[in-house]
């Protein structure tokens, strides 16, 4: 809660006491640093019908697999891992696959 000066109090040992506490305390108080990995940003990704129906498809089969029901983020964070593990070579040629489906 923040303080508030003291009205027509200023000159008397309360008053005085309560400014410069106020102005110590800020003063003696070590700065807070927060470490962050990075800042997170939000990724909007914008599929065709093929590419949804795909997306529902494979997580109704991780769902089934994992006997309870996978949100989609979390399937691609998932894909994610496994892309990072993926051969580059293998990922590009999926990606012209992918691209070739949607012309």
């Known amino acids: 809660m923040a303080k508030r000066q003291l009205g027509g109090a ?3 040992k309360l008053g005085q006491l309560a400014i410069s506490s106020a102005e110590t305390s800020a003063a003696d108080r070590p700065a807070i640093k927060r470490e962050t990995v990075g800042r ?3 990724h909007t990704v914008r599929l065709s019908g093929t590419e949804e ?11 089934e697999e994992a ?12 894909l994610l891992v496994l892309g990072e593990k993926a051969d580059a ?11 070739s489906d949607m012309d």
């Open 40 to 42: 997170r940003r939000n």
């Open 53 to 63: 129906s795909r997306l529902q498809r494979l997580v109704a089969r991780v769902s």
């Open 67 to 78: 006997g309870r029901p996978i949100k989609d983020s979390d399937l691609l964070r998932g």
């Open 10 to 12: 200023g000159g008397s």
């Open 89 to 99: 070579r293998a990922l590009v040629d999926a990606v012209r696959h992918a691209r």
